[in-house]
């Protein structure tokens, strides 16, 4: 099977659970495909978002993704503020920063004396989450490939709380030894949803200062010290950019391709199956004119964030319900 199925079928399987003893998997939320790197180019396969005391108050916030930015500022519920001054940013960037948060539901614009100011629609929950694990899916030990590399970064930066290996292959004593002691193993059979846990992660040190490596050259690897700060404001930036993302292909990401059909996942799908090929394809990397099955046609319509809503333990609606209840009563007051 390939990487990118075997991921999609993990996911599912994951959201399936809800943590506890008798259905193993995650009561907080998946997504797929994040960058979790300070100044490198690390991309994570899965991260899962363990739930923090205040989960239940970012959901509720807002929908979206909220760029670190406007969090690394005063900008509250309290007093309308002036982006260009809250923001410590490069001015280029500030009206796109102000754009996405205001997509993602966590800022409102006003207008006062002139000035363009901005409000958070309430108050950001510090708390929200508990643990940040990082899933990399590697279905066929035999195709390692950067495996042992990327493995060794994550533990040193230590910007996730525990890293794990999820594979479909046997696991023998020397793959083990081929890879950090920290990371856990996950023997995970995607045709079954059987997954065994070969090994615990040991928990990273996420909270103190990290090493990252960067540029690698015959003989020299070049690193650097990632201060704790930088570290905390990289994982806030990471679990938001899940909490906005999820796992499922994106709609707008869907072929199209006249062959392409809508295929199932664990009962959590939709997801993008291929006659032709025989199988769930990668959008981004298989489907396209330069396919030799290709036929040009129409996407399917899709809709990732209602399957979403009905396969998640948690209510990924809350914040959109908020965010229309509150522009109701913004319009009931004129
Ligand atoms: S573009 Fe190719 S891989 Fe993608 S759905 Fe069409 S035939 Fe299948």
Same mark, same amino acid.
């Given at each position: 099977?390939r ?8 996911c599912?399987h ?19 495909q ?32 909220i ?5 690394e500022?005063d900008?509250?519920?309290?007093t309308a503020?002036d ?7 490069h001015?280029d ?21 002139g ?6 629609t ?9 643990r940040l ?16 590399r990327?493995?060794r970064?994550d533990v ?19 793959h ?5 002691d920290?990371?856990?193993?996950w ?10 846990v ?25 690193? !650097?010290v990632?201060? %704790? &700060?930088?570290?905390?404001? +990289? *994982?806030?930036?990471?679990a =938001?950019r /899940?909490f906005?993302k999820?796992? !499922?292909?994106d709609? %707008? &990401?869907?072929?199209?391709? +006249? *062959?392409?059909s809508v295929? =199932?996942? /664990? ?9 032709w ?8 990397s298989e489907?396209g004119? /330069?396919?030799?099955?290709y ?13 979403r809503a ?6 990924p ?14 319009g009931?007051?004129?």
């Amino acid at each position: 099977m390939r990487e990118y199925a075997f991921e999609l079928a993990l996911c599912a399987h994951l959201e399936s659970g809800d943590g506890s003893a008798s259905a193993p998997g995650t009561d907080g939320l998946l997504a797929r495909q994040l960058g979790a790197a300070c100044h490198g180019s690390r991309v994570m396969d899965v991260v899962e978002v363990v739930p923090g005391p205040q989960f239940d108050d970012r959901v509720s916030l807002c929908p979206g993704s909220i760029p670190v930015p406007v969090l690394e500022t005063d900008i509250g519920p309290g007093t309308a503020r002036d982006p260009r001054r809250a923001l410590d940013v490069h001015p280029d960037r500030v009206e796109g920063i102000v754009d996405a948060a205001v997509d993602a539901g966590y800022l409102d614009r006003e207008r006062r004396d002139g000035c363009d100011l901005v409000r958070a629609t309430g108050r950001y929950p510090a708390h929200w989450v508990g643990r940040l694990r990082g899933i990399e899916n590697k279905p066929d030990l035999g195709r390692p490939g950067d495996l042992r590399r990327q493995l060794r970064t994550d533990v040193s930066l230590a910007l996730l709380d525990e890293v794990v290996l999820a594979t479909a292959s046997h696991v023998t004593g020397a793959h083990l030894n081929r890879i950090p002691d920290a990371v856990g193993v996950w023997r995970f059979d995607p045709e079954t949803g059987e997954r065994e846990v070969v090994r615990e992660p040991t928990p990273l040190d996420s909270d103190g200062p990290g090493v990252e490596p960067l540029d690698r050259r015959p003989g020299r690897t070049d690193i !650097r010290v990632v201060p %704790a &700060a930088e570290k905390r404001v +990289a *994982r806030r930036r990471l679990a =938001e950019r /899940a909490f906005g993302k999820g796992w !499922r292909p994106d709609a %707008a &990401a869907w072929p199209d391709c +006249a *062959r392409v059909s809508v295929g =199932e996942c /664990a009962g959590t799908g939709p997801v993008p199956d291929c006659p032709w090929k025989g199988r769930i394809v990668d959008p981004g990397s298989e489907c396209g004119p /330069a396919c030799g099955g290709y036929e040009p046609g129409t996407a399917p319509e899709v809709d990732p964030a209602a399957a979403r809503a009905d396969a998640a333990p948690w209510d990924p609606d809350a914040g959109e319900r908020r965010r229309q209840a509150g522009l109701g009563n913004f319009g009931s007051s004129e």
